[in-house]
């Protein structure tokens, strides 16, 4: 055998092993898939959905909804109660800061989509706030019908209410504004709550106020699209080693159901390796653009089978009933 060949052979049969030890090291079809059901999060509790084609961040979505199926509002006390009867172990709520120095849960900035009030949310009371109609502005009819009109007078609730309604349940809040000054408040109110109660709660949203709420409150869970970068794009780089970036640890990471596949060991072994840095992983629909989550029996047949970190959902009681069904025909 010719020198030349020989070294070329050598190559071949190292480069073979290197490949082998990837597919080995990050496959999942070589594990046992995890036995436990994922954890379900309610996006902004039970709510009404919309249609989601064409929208943008300008988008009025009270006023596409579909034909109502349930009498919940997003964001409120029943909406939340609602989607924890149904079986959701997560809640996500949005909240602005208000002029008196509270903050109000409440998805849109400005008011005039869903209520019978104007302007910017932070720029009113939470005492003005609760005279509002959140009803006001829902239609499934181009305005010919208003079905919520006149009962969500005094719905919007604080998120001092939210958590002394609710002191064990576990919430997913989202700071929606980029104003670090948010951050450093939000920080200012939890500090306030005991360990215990403040483990049950992560907070995400811009990267400045993430930044300033990390900042003063390392110990709660949060994550940004700073966060994510931090961790994901080492991740990506060497992850098919198993090594966890440190920015990876403690956090949480919402990857949407097509870059999943991208990811080193996706999806048993990458949540494994999470989990194992105390990280979360939650898997949401599509490319991850406008919340959109797994709402039907249909969208659950995409998700990878056994999935076990955690689910996005805008519908909860369509899609909980399935996992306890699955649960009860388990031997």
């Known amino acids: 055998m010719k020198k030349g060949s020989k070294k070329k052979r050598i190559t071949l049969i190292v480069l073979a092993i290197f490949l082998a030890f990837i597919y080995v090291n990050n496959s999942s079809l070589l594990t046992d898939p995890p ?21 943008t961040d300008e988008t009025c979505t009270a006023k596409r909804i579909y ?6 509002l997003e964001n409120t ?8 009867e149904a079986g959701a172990d997560i809640v996500e709520f949005d909240i602005h800061p208000t002029k008196d120095g509270k903050f109000a849960v409440f998805h849109d900035w400005t008011l005039d989509c869903r209520t019978n ?6 720029d009113h009371t939470m005492a003005e706030l609760k005279k509002l109609d959140i009803g006001y502005g829902y239609t499934a009819d181009g305005g010919k019908t208003y079905p919520f009109r006149g009962k969500g007078v005094g719905l919007m609730p604080s998120m001092d209410e939210v958590l002394k309604t609710f002191p064990q349940e576990e919430f997913l809040i989202h700071v929606k504004s980029d104003d670090p000054e948010e951050g ?7 500090s ?3 360990p215990k109660r403040l483990s049950k709660l992560t907070v995400y949203g811009g990267d400045k106020p993430i930044a300033a709420l990390e900042e003063r409150l390392p110990q709660i869970r949060t994550m940004s699209k700073a966060s994510m970068k931090k961790c994901l794009i080492p991740y990506i780089a060497l992850g098919w080693t198993g090594w966890v970036p440190s920015a990876c640890e403690r956090t949480q990471l919402h990857i949407p159901e097509k870059i999943g596949p991208w990811l080193w060991g996706w999806p048993h072994r990458f949540v494994s390796r999470m989990e194992a840095v105390d990280t979360r992983v939650v898997i949401v629909g599509g490319s991850g653009d406008f919340s959109t989550g797994f709402d039907t029996l249909s969208d659950l047949k995409r998700l990878p089978p056994r999935f076990s970190g955690i689910i996005w959902t805008n519908r909860i009681d369509r899609i909980a009933p399935e996992f306890k069904l699955e649960e009860k025909n388990q031997p």
């Open 35 to 55: 036995n436990k059901r994922p954890l379900l999060l309610a996006h902004r509790g039970l709510a009404q959905t919309f249609d989601m084609n064409g929208i």
């Open 67 to 72: 034909r109502p199926e349930h009498p919940y």
């Open 77 to 84: 006390i029943p909406s939340m109660r609602a989607a924890f």
């Open 117 to 122: 009030g104007k302007g910017v949310t932070r």
């Open 184 to 190: 450093a408040l939000l920080a200012a109110y939890l």
């Open 192 to 194: 306030h709550l005991p």
